[in-house]
């Protein structure tokens, strides 16, 4: 899980290194400097998406303790995966970028920002993730069980915008991958997305974030979201039996300044003490040791969906989510006209 040997010896070429993890929608905000950013020897400059910041912020401390991370800072600036990405692709310095969907980390490898090996370890980048859950108002008064359920009559669903916002993406695919039976009937899949955002879908907030601002002032009966959303707001939530895996990269930038910190960075988050600060802040680790203490917190779907078992994004994101091609993104576009 530890970044390669090889990736050593390229990070002693390169002038600097930097992690993504992303996603999409809403601006970017610079967040604040860590304590101690003035008198670092070195300072490395993180790029997130925005709902990671609690966890960021207790990881970051951690590997301020570790020998490697004694004189190094972390400044980090959270935002919107898409945006983030953009960022880094137009000059935008970064050492470690995190994202919400990998397309964005893609991005930055046709770009020359990101190694096109970034994902050549045993997780392939991904230091953690979550799942896609239904929140519920208090006592789930619509008696919401799983996605069959969203498209009753009197359920209304709330959901950040596929066009903006990258947790939108894995929103989606929960449902598609559902009522697809994994991909395996497209149709199916694409029939069920079409009559849940055009029937049951009325609002069309830019982002997880504000779709959550838009649940907890009133609007709708269901909100579809990350896990760890539900668990950091306190919403009541329905975890249906077969969902979607969501899995956030993480990824050195080769254009950074200070590259050799930042493998050291990256490596430190796949350690047992990084795995279980992701954990306490929600996310699921990925090392399954640190995953088995935790069963209570995160328990495990009937079903499981990853986006490999759709084909991947080299299909996933053409297919569905493509600004032209895209067939979810069609969908969504002719039901908010």
Known sequence: MRLSAK???VAALLLSATVVVSCSGGSS????????????????KLLAFSETEPAWTTVESAFAATPEGAEVAVEASYGSSA?????VETGTTADVVNVSVEPDIARLVEAGKVDENWDAGVTKGIPFGSVVSLVVRPGNPKSIGDWGDLLRPDVEVITASPLSSGSAWWNLLAPY??????????QAGLDYVRELVTDHVRLHPGSDREASDAFRRGSGDVLLTSEVEALNV????VRP???????SPVAVVSTGRHLEQAVDFVNFLFTAEAQKLWAEANFRPVDPGVLADYTDEFPAPQ???TVDELGGWEVVEPQLFDEDTGAITKIYRQATR
């Open 7 to 9: 990736w050593k010896t």
């Open 29 to 44: 905000q610079a967040g604040g400097a860590d304590p101690g950013v003035a008198d670092a020897e070195t300072t490395l």
């Open 83 to 87: 945006e983030q990405s953009r960022a």
């Open 177 to 186: 991958a559902w009522a697809s039976g994994g991909g395996q009937d497209r």
């Open 234 to 237: 306190g919403f009541e939530q």
């Open 241 to 247: 039996p077969q969902t979607m895996k969501i899995e």
């Open 303 to 305: 079903t499981l969906w």
